[in-house]
């Protein structure tokens, strides 16, 4: 069995995350996100794995080469225009020769991919695509199916009197290659609009499973802030996450609150306080300095006396003295805060 990651998004809804490092390799936890949906598969025992990329390709396959340091055999594919789900599935049509699972590049969650693949198996389906409950499933395509998990029908963004059900598309699917006859070449094609209604028209043996484990779109800002709590506090059953070692430039007096992260290579002062937050290496910060709820991506320093809480700080910030940064601020690479300033809620 085959994987296909599609990776290929620019992260619009990430940015400015997003705009130096691509999203299928933004940490979570001080991990590349991809390593997450590499460990679920390598649980099924699905090695042979295809990255389907378009945004900054190179730094991607940079990051993980072939695949060797993690166990799998990474093979990439690149659009040179966007191609949508479907479009770049059929894009990897010469690396595909058995069952594929295909996974959104953006999704982060712990199912059991076995149990997804016996349950594809056993119904000898064409197409078999996770389900996820959500609380207000009017934002989203609903998945109507039949008690025996046959997919009947979708419903894109219902009125509130047309939900009858809470399951919505999860963003994984396992496909048998003749699926990839109903993707045209080289045009834009999704699998929602195009090639799942085809199937449904055909009659072939299209099946859903609906998950109700963890599950998360990582792709805004407050999703992935949670995204790195949620594994930090091992609410995600996947990487553990590595707890935090005082390094040699930790202060006695620095006081660490689990389950934060926080790389070796820093440098903590005195009674700087970091509480439920993940640090990234060779980050600076000043006497007194207050993290909490956040991300502090590698580089970055954080002057005396200042509070970062409930926020997302990116790589190589500079953040002066007695600076407050509060819930829902999101800084971008190289960003700076003069001393005394205020921004966030």
Known sequence: MQALILAGGKGTRLRPLTMHTPKPIVPIANQPFLLYQLELLKRA?????????????????????????????????????????????????????????????????????????????????????????????????????????????FLEKPKPEEVICDTINAGIYILEPRVLEYVPEDEPFMFEYGVFPQLLERGEPFFAQVWRGYWRDIGTSSSYLQANLDVIAGRVNLLAPVPAQRGEKFDDTAFIEAPSVVDSSCTLKAGVRIINSVVSRNCLFEERARIEDSVVRSGTRIGSGSTVEGAIIGKSCHIGREVEVGRGAVLGDKSVLPDYSHVGE
């Open 45 to 153: 025992d699905v090695r042979d794995v295809i990255l389907s990329l378009s945004y900054q390709p190179q730094k991607i396959e940079d990051k993980l080469g072939d695949g060797a340091d993690y166990n799998v055999r990474i093979s990439y594919t690149v659009e040179a225009s966007p191609l949508g789900t479907a479009g770049a599935y059929r894009n990897a049509a010469g690396l595909i020769n058995e069952t594929t699972v295909v996974f959104n590049g953006d999704v982060l969650t712990d199912i059991d991919m076995n149990e997804v693949i016996r349950f594809h198996r056993e119904r000898q389906a064409a197409a078999t695509i996770v389900l996820t409950p959500v609380p207000n499933p009017t934002a989203y395509g609903l998945v109507e199916t039949d008690r025996d998990g046959r997919v009947r029908r």
